[in-house]
């Protein structure tokens, strides 16, 4: 079993940058592709990106390719998603997933942390 805990969201500018983070418990990290989802209200969850168990292959939603980077520290059993250029409607929960196999449908992924709130002021 995995338990992820999200960090780092918070109120922003439009154009500012933030930096999410995901600690993983357990020692089968790296047996897990990670990603990243984000829910507004009234909407459903989507997919932001996702990083197979090496680090070494990325995905992301045309909303935010070029702008938000995934990456991950198997060492430190966290995963990472920097978001840079934001936009007020980036504002969501964000929330981090772990799962056998790289998918964009979150029903794909087994365990999920509790979310973290990224709010984009204009």
């Known amino acids: 079993q995995v338990q992820l805990v999200e960090s780092g969201g918070g109120l922003v500018q439009a154009g500012g940058s933030l930096r999410l983070s995901c600690a993983a418990s357990?020692?089968?990290?790296?047996?897990?592709?990670m990603g990243w989802f984000r829910q507004a209200p009234g909407k459903e969850r989507e997919f932001v990106a996702a990083i197979n168990y090496s680090g070494g292959t990325t995905y992301y939603a045309d909303s935010v390719k070029g702008r938000f980077t995934i990456s991950r520290d198997n060492a430190k059993n966290t995963v990472y998603l920097q978001m840079n250029s934001l936009k007020p409607e980036d504002t969501a929960v964000y929330y981090c997933?772990?799962?056998?196999?790289?998918?964009?449908?979150?029903?794909?992924?087994?365990?999920w942390g509790q979310g973290t709130q990224v709010t984009v002021s204009s």
């Open positions: 997933a772990a799962g056998r196999i790289v998918a964009r449908n979150p029903r794909e992924y087994d365990y």
């Open positions: 357990g020692r089968t990290f790296t047996s897990y592709r």
